[in-house]
């Protein structure tokens, strides 16, 4: 072969391989998930949490004054915003709290529970009105009030008994209309204070966050959600913050960098996976994604390994949600709450 025709080959090699390296780098580069901001609704308020209702966005969200940067206080009142189209936005006034309250679904219905210290409220959520108010045996612990709903209609809490005990303890309950708060089991905690948090994970297990005496670490014990039996336990490096039982992920916060454990036994080698973001974050296990604060937006991410699907450019979020069927990303913000439009966005 003469010098020429194999200086030719060579060039042409490179060249190829030149392409092939620009075109696996722009697949690596190009998004994940294909989602955008379709609108937003001004609001004469700082939103502190927001629970999605239904999957128009409508919300139910836990709002204070805007001039505020302290989260949840001086003191929030819930704010119900309806379609996002329709501008809507009706207050609901709170009485001054001790712990501030906590906000979950009632299952199959267009219904919400509040936990406001010794009482559950279930709000109407199309009237804006309370249909009906538990009293409690406990003073609601976390910040927010720590509660949990499942799909069986369950609602679990956690916090310090009415005789004065300091110890914490989470009960399961049955809210049924009409008739009186029955608790089905209790279980103790021991003692511990306003860092605690629980959630359910769609099956039979409840996990229970107890932290350290600094809030820097804890322990979580996963519970039989029927019956209150422990299933294990294990330590973890920061408060939980979310769980996703189908990816089996617990999600942690530990000052700037979130873990993403495994939710049966906190596993932290293997398939654990951890990078730099902060709070508010949210979970979609429908989809498979995480959304949280990162240091150039707004990450949306795989919830299984958290790895970067997309980056939206919005800065400073208090809060979000996923609405039921994970079509839409509800984004709080000081005086405005944004509706990200999910579109064509899978994990991987």
């Known amino acids: 072969m003469s010098t020429l025709r194999l200086s030719t080959l060579l060039a042409w090699i490179c060249g190829v391989t030149f392409l092939v390296g620009v075109a696996q780098r722009q697949v690596a580069a190009a998004p994940l998930c294909r989602a955008h901001v379709q609108s937003d609704l001004k609001l004469s308020a700082r939103i502190d949490s927001v629970l999605a209702l239904r999957s128009d966005g409508s919300a139910l969200a836990l709002a204070g004054p805007p001039g505020s940067s302290a989260r949840f206080l001086p003191h929030d009142n819930l704010l119900l915003l309806g379609h996002l189209g329709g501008r809507r936005a009706t207050t609901i006034r709170l ?95 021991g003692l511990t204070h306003a860092g605690i948090w629980l959630a359910r994970d769609g099956g039979n297990r409840l996990a229970v966050y107890v932290p350290d005496a600094h ?90 390994s958290l790895r970067t699907l997309a980056v939206l450019p919005v800065s400073a979020v208090t809060a979000l949600a996923f609405t039921p069927n994970g079509s839409m990303l509800l984004v709080a913000r000081r005086g405005e709450l944004l509706k990200v439009d999910m579109g064509k966005c899978f994990s991987s």
């Open 95 to 189: 009485p001054p709290y001790t712990t501030p309250p906590g906000i979950g679904l009632a299952p199959g219905t267009k219904d919400a529970y509040v936990l406001l210290d010794t009482k559950l409220l279930l709000l109407d959520a199309g009237a804006a009105s309370v249909r009906f108010r538990w009293p409690l045996d406990v003073q609601a612990l976390g910040w927010p009030a720590v509660m949990t709903d499942a799909p069986d209609g369950r609602v679990y809490v956690a916090g310090q008994p009415s005789n004065g005990s300091p110890a914490a303890v989470v009960e399961a309950l049955n809210p049924i209309l009409g008739r009186p708060l029955r608790v089905l089991w209790r279980r103790q905690l």
């Open 215 to 304: 809030d820097l670490a804890g322990t979580v014990e996963l519970l039989d959600a029927r019956s209150g039996f422990p299933l294990g336990t294990y330590a973890v490096p920061g408060p939980p913050i979310a769980l996703d039982p189908r990816a089996d992920r617990l999600y942690v916060d530990a000052g700037g960098e979130l873990h993403a454990l495994s939710l049966v036994h906190g596993a932290t080698s293997g398939t654990q996976s951890a990078r730099p973001g902060f709070i508010p974050f949210a979970v979609d296990p429908s989809l498979g994604v995480v959304a949280f604060v990162g240091a150039h937006g707004l990450v949306l991410a795989s919830s299984r």
